[in-house]
């Protein structure tokens, strides 16, 4: 039974203290990120490319990112993500309901797409929903 105890109050510890170790250190993709070349073998150069896809400095924390715009079900998207990039970036949050677009979106540097909610906010492209209508932005 002591042994238990013991065995169940090392994990815990070791759990917490695993858990602060990684709070500290920002993971790839956080705002607070910076790139490690040290941690890329050279024999594999594209690996480098694949660390790096992504928002250069990590996705930035939402409190950080204002809404500059919002979006209801039919208002054209295109205008307002150029507005955004214009006035130094920021969100264009699109409303419930289904946005439909006919040609490419052109996603800016400091501009964030956002949706309402996974259920709430849907975006099609073209007239059909078939796959090859799939690239949209």
């Known amino acids: 039974m002591k042994q238990k105890l013991f065995v169940l109050i090392?994990?815990?510890?070791?759990?917490?203290?695993?858990?602060?170790?990684?709070q500290a250190a920002p993971r790839i993709?956080?705002?607070?990120?910076?790139f490690d070349e040290a941690r890329f073998?050279?024999?594999?150069?594209?690996?480098?490319?694949?660390?790096?896809?992504?928002v250069e400095g990590g996705v930035p924390h939402r409190q950080d990112t204002p809404i500059v715009a919002r979006l209801a079900p039919g208002a054209p998207i295109q205008p307002?993500?150029?507005?955004?990039?214009?006035?130094?970036?920021?969100?264009?949050l699109l409303e419930?309901?289904?946005h439909r677009i006919e040609t490419a979106l052109i996603m800016r540097n400091s501009v964030i797409l956002r949706g309402s909610g996974r259920e709430q906010t849907q975006i099609?492209?073209?007239?059909?929903?078939?796959e090859t209508d799939?690239?949209?932005?």
Do not use: H
Request: hydrophobic fraction near 45%.
């Open 10 to 22: 090392w994990l815990l510890v070791f759990a917490a203290s695993a858990t602060v170790a990684e």
């Open 29 to 34: 993709g956080d705002p607070e990120s910076v």
């Open 41 to 54: 073998d050279e024999r594999f150069p594209l690996q480098r490319e694949w660390a790096r896809a992504g």
């Open 80 to 92: 307002a993500l150029d507005a955004a990039a214009e006035t130094g970036g920021g969100v264009v």
């Open 96 to 98: 419930p309901g289904e």
């Open 124 to 130: 099609t492209y073209g007239w059909n929903r078939s």
């Open 134 to 137: 799939a690239n949209a932005v």
